[in-house]
């Protein structure tokens, strides 16, 4: 499952039905690559199975792993005029210890307009609760809301998306 969201609209559900013998794409049907990806998510399993699908999917030219949003956010802020340095993708978890998703998204909206470059970020959570779909929704910069477990065609279809 996993929710979409359109230009001044809310979040639309859709429901994956997923072929788990179909792992692999070939580089001509997927097109240009994201240059620069981001996880974030304290759960190391999490992070595994998200960097590995994009692999497989051939998704992303660099995939970059934080195990803390606090730690994402300084990378952010010192090096946020050089656009080869920030990601282009950020998958974040919402619930995460110290610094939550939901922290790191109310501090990156108050430093995103000091950044050379904008930065799409796609909820990867293991929550379908409405509280946290309409929370979600209140952030311009959540482009999707994208319910674990995650599938590759689901992946694919997001970064084809984004675009």
Sequence with gaps: MFLSKGRNTGFKLHF???NRDNFTTSKSSMGK???????IDDDPMS?????????????????TIFNNARGALDYIESHKKIDNQLPDIIFLDIYMPVTTGW???TKFKAIKDQL???????????SSHPKDLEQADSF????AYVVKPV??????ELVAELR
Excluded at 116 to 126: F, L, R
């Design 16 to 18: 994956d039905f997923v």
């Design 33 to 39: 690559k994201i240059p620069n990806v981001w996880i």
């Design 47 to 63: 992070s595994f199975m998200l960097k590995r699908l994009a692999e497989l999917g051939e998704l992303a030219d660099i995939i």
């Design 103 to 105: 922290d790191f998204l």
């Design 116 to 126: 050379s470059k904008t930065i799409d970020i796609v909820i990867v959570s293991s």
């Design 140 to 143: 311009p910069e959540v482009v």
């Design 151 to 156: 599938s590759i065609e689901r992946l694919q």
